[in-house]
């Protein structure tokens, strides 16, 4: 099992910045992959950032250039710095670790960090 801890949501006007954190527990040893997703009121989970156990990141269309998702193998933490922020990033944000085999995949969420970008 792994658990997962978020924090650093909060209210922020935009243009602003935040940093939310991800603290890993558990079985990390095994995590493949992390990353951070969303999910805004009446609409789908989706996904902001990952990042791999070797270092490689993806984005959404929507936050390249502005967000950077990095991670701390010493402090078993992935953070989501968030830049030049916009009303329509509101959401909750969970973060996510992958555990993959042939044939396997287990995902694990945190509990969810609300972000609020005002206008």
């Known amino acids: 099992q792994v658990q997962l801890v978020e924090s650093g949501g909060g209210l922020v006007q935009a243009g602003g910045s935040l940093r939310l954190s991800c603290a890993a527990s558990?079985?990390?040893?095994?995590?493949?992959?992390m990353g951070w997703y969303r999910q805004a009121p009446g609409k789908q989970r989706e996904v902001v950032a990952t990042i791999t156990s070797g270092g490689s990141t993806n984005y959404a269309d929507s936050v390249k250039g502005r967000f950077t998702i990095s991670r701390d193998n010493a402090k078993n933490t992935v953070y989501l710095q968030m830049n030049s922020l916009k009303p329509e990033d509101t959401a909750l944000y969970y973060c996510n670790a992958v555990r993959s085999r042939p044939g396997v995949r287990d995902d694990y969420w945190g509990q969810g960090t609300q972000v609020t970008v005002s206008s």
């Open positions: 558990g079985s990390i040893f095994s995590i493949n992959a």
